[in-house]
Nanobody, 120 residues
Framework: QAHLVESGGGSVQAGGSLRLSCARS????????ISWYRQAPGKEREFVST???????NYADDVKGRFTISRDNAKNTVDLQMNSLKPEDTAMYYC??????????????WGQGTQVTVSS
């Protein structure tokens, strides 16, 4: 049973936009930092962006200025708005929840991923 569910992936042309969403169906009382990672075929999984429980954000250098992460704590969702997409953004995108704060919270959760394909 997936506790994190990603959605919003798809195929777009270079320069286009997509909005990914990560929904948390369980442990909704936990104070997680939520991050997006991506993994292209034949490459290691890499960090994309993170948003802490307090709303502070961080981005990988190659997505700064193009991607924006945001969270809606009432809905337990975190979105990743991706603009000016490039072919090199093509990857499976994964949502990660880390921390939790409370003892009953699992320290690390992963979603099953959503595919993003950008054509030139």
């Amino acid at each position: 049973q997936a506790h994190l569910v990603e959605s919003g992936g798809g195929s777009v042309q270079a320069g286009g936009s997509l909005r990914l969403s990560c929904a948390r169906s369980k442990y909704t009382y936990c104070r997680y930092s939520i991050s997006w990672y991506r993994q292209a075929p034949g490459k290691e999984r890499e960090f994309v962006s993170t948003i802490a429980a307090d709303g502070s954000t961080n981005y990988a250098d190659d997505v700064k200025g193009r991607f924006t992460i945001s969270r809606d704590n009432a809905k337990n969702t975190v979105d990743l708005q991706m603009n000016s997409l490039k072919p090199e953004d093509t990857a499976m995108y994964y949502c990660q929840a880390a921390g939790g704060y409370y003892e009953a919270c699992p320290p690390l959760l992963w979603g099953q991923g959503t595919q993003v394909t950008v054509s030139s």
